[in-house]
């Protein structure tokens, strides 16, 4: 069956520097979520977007910013990135009208 | 606001031994509880769910937890461990019923599990 997929799996930057994380949520799902995850820490939750549109916001910086596009996929972008930005970032799924929420792999994001 | 309480950081226990992870949580109306587990470096998945009807609720490779209003709790549980359960174990409470609060989700701080040989 298929997952929810993010991309890229692995990224390093540097102090300042932007990044975009990609979600592509299983296929007909209409709400996405994001959560960052620091070392050693529990997840926490980003933001969330159903149907091309915000409906939740926690704890995102500023600097940070996502949506969600015609096709469903969402994008969290991170700009003048810190060393504290480094964490694991999951991206989740669910259909409305359901109550399973799918866990993306992550994605790693190391800033230097 | 919601909020989940793992008491125990690290558990250990001894292949083919019962297992009991506590969770307690803080939610002004009816919870939607869940488990997931996370192997080092890898992502979340799901053990199990409970949002209404039975209070004991049957999961993924032989897991299950009850769920005890009176108590705020929802224990999780397997009568006799692997070593291949060694992981991290995340409880997790969703706001709202229904709607796209229900994902947005509330963990406690994990409990790591140690499988001893």
């Known amino acids: 069956a298929a997952g929810v997929i993010q991309s890229p799996r692995h990224l390093i930057k540097e102090k300042r520097e932007t990044a975009t994380l990609k979600c592509y949520p299983i296929?007909?799902?209409?709400?996405v979520y994001w959560y960052q995850q620091g070392p050693g820490q529990d997840p926490q939750f980003l933001i969330s977007f159903y149907e091309k549109m915000q409906s939740d916001k926690g704890s995102i910086p500023d600097r940070f910013s996502a949506q969600q596009f015609s096709d469903y996929h969402s994008e969290l972008n991170m700009s003048s990135l810190e060393l504290g930005d480094s964490a694991l970032y999951f991206c989740?799924?669910?259909?409305?009208?359901?109550?399973?929420?799918?866990f993306g792999e992550g994605s790693w994001l190391t800033v230097v | 606001a919601q909020s989940v309480t793992q008491p125990d950081i690290h558990i250990t226990v001894s292949e083919g031994a019962s297992l009991e992870l506590r969770c307690n949580y803080s939610?002004?109306?009816?919870?939607?509880l869940f488990w997931y587990v996370q192997s080092p470096g890898q992502g979340l998945q799901l053990l199990l769910k409970?949002?209404?009807?039975?209070?004991l609720v049957q999961g993924i490779k032989g897991f299950e937890a009850e769920f005890k209003r009176s108590q705020s709790s929802f224990n999780l549980r397997k009568p006799s461990v692997h070593w291949s359960d060694a992981a991290e174990y995340f409880c997790?409470?969703?706001?709202?019923?229904?709607?796209?609060?229900?994902?947005?989700?509330?963990f406690g701080q994990g409990t790591i599990l140690t499988v001893h040989p």
């Open positions: 989740a799924s669910r259909q409305l009208s359901g109550n399973t929420i799918y």
């Open positions: 939610y002004g109306a009816t919870p939607y």
């Open positions: 296929p007909r799902h209409d709400t």
């Open positions: 409970y949002f209404s009807g039975d209070t």
């Open positions: 997790a409470v969703g706001a709202g019923a229904g709607g796209t609060s229900y994902g947005k989700l509330t």
